[in-house]
């Protein structure tokens, strides 16, 4: 009986430590926010930051399974800018979506679509691609 309270008690105190570091995600690289943007309905400034990979899996996304959409921050001096929801594709998904080409293993390309409504910020690491699409503010 008491080796189980040890375990855990063990547990417990081991916890703060694991979820201390999961906080801190996975950088996905430095990427170019080329104008002002929306990211999750809050004001995100032009500019550059590391784009942040959080490690949980997004649980309510119709018509997708949770590992194909996760949180992403935007970082800049250290703080969080905004937050949006990228979309995980493989390399074989992201060549269908691919109409003005890919950005290479290890970069990101920004492009405006459908009009000027939406900033996507691409970025390709190891051949997993995750596309951010930020609202842009109505003038």
Not at 21 to 32: D, P, R, W, Y
Not at 105 to 119: A, H, W
């Amino acid at each position: 009986m008491k080796t189980i309270a040890a375990l855990a008690m063990g547990a417990l105190l081991l916890q703060p430590a694991v979820t201390a570091a999961q906080t801190e995600g996975q950088s996905l690289g430095s990427v170019s926010v080329s104008r002002a943007a929306k990211a999750n309905g809050e004001a995100l400034p032009a500019g550059t930051y590391t784009l942040r990979l959080l490690p949980q899996d997004l649980t309510k996304v119709i018509g997708q399974t949770p590992a194909e959409s996760r949180w992403v921050e935007f970082v800049r001096g250290g703080k969080v800018a905004g937050k949006e929801v990228a979309t995980v594709l493989t390399a074989a998904e992201a060549k269908a979506v691919a109409e003005r080409g890919m950005p290479a293993s290890g970069t990101s390309k920004t492009e405006l679509l459908k009009g000027n409504e939406y900033l996507r910020i691409w970025v390709n690491r190891g051949g997993t691609h995750y596309l951010v699409h930020l609202a842009m503010p109505k003038t």
